[in-house]
């Protein structure tokens, strides 16, 4: 067990429409990384959050957006749903270390999400 | 992040050893080598990371060769509980994001 939970576990939704997705960090972890996860393939980066604040970003258009909460928990939300993002999404917390040290990042169980 | 090589694929015998290898010919020195597994359809699990010396814990041993260009992750005695899809990552110190090639499926039988 990582402490790391994401709600809901499955998600249907139609294409054109909007989803949010939820993740609470472990305790005491200031970063939180969120990734996309098609099926068959690796997990492939959208964004890390430091703090509450954006810190670095794949290649994910604006639609894809994020939250990151004081309370060790944050949002994706993705907008005008495509057929393409039926995928598992997984966040990811970790402490956030500076100068140097291996930050190591600890998975969710994921969401997964389809686009009818 | 420096990209990785490892072998699609690869059975290993239950209560054998397994040992999964992994090219990173391109790893600069702030680069940490992390292994991390996924059961099928959950998230990935951390197993160990390790810079330049050879790490153990609890899970794996990790040993990475004097030029930093390759490493091997051993399971000292395999179970069909470690059937995963094995990933090699080459991640820089402090980095945000982590780089999933293909990894290795691993496929532990009876």
């Known amino acids: 067990e990582t402490g790391v939970t994401q709600s809901p576990t499955h998600l249907i939704k139609t294409r054109g429409q909007q989803v949010t997705l939820r993740c609470s960090s472990q305790s005491g972890h200031n970063t939180v990384s969120w990734y996309q996860q098609a099926l068959g393939q690796g997990p492939q980066f959208i964004f890390q959050?430091?703090?509450?604040?954006?810190?670095g970003r794949g290649n994910f258009p604006p639609r894809f957006s994020g939250l990151q909460f004081p309370n060790y928990s944050s949002e994706l939300n993705v907008n005008a749903l495509e057929l393409d993002d039926s995928a598992l999404y997984l966040c990811?917390?970790?402490?956030?270390?500076?100068?140097?040290?291996?930050?190591?990042?600890?998975f969710g169980p994921g969401t997964r999400l389809t686009v009818l | 992040d420096a990209k990785t090589t490892q072998p699609p694929s690869m059975d290993c015998a239950e209560g054998r050893a397994a040992n999964l290898p992994c090219n990173h010919s391109?790893?600069?020195?702030?680069?940490?080598v992390y292994w991390y597994r996924q059961i099928h359809s959950q998230g990935p699990q951390y197993i160990i990371h390790?810079?330049?010396n050879n790490e153990t814990n609890e899970m794996a041993s990790l040993i990475i060769t004097e030029d930093r260009k390759s490493s091997t992750l051993i399971l000292p005695h395999a179970t069909l509980r470690d059937t995963a899809v094995y990933y090699c990552i080459a991640h820089k110190a402090a980095g945000n994001k982590l780089t999933f090639g293909g990894g290795t499926r691993v496929l532990v039988k009876p």
């Open positions: 990811a917390s970790s402490p956030g270390l500076a100068g140097g040290v291996a930050d190591t990042q600890y």
């Open positions: 390790g810079l330049k």
């Open positions: 959050y430091y703090r509450e604040e954006e810190n």
């Open positions: 391109t790893i600069s020195g702030n680069e940490y």
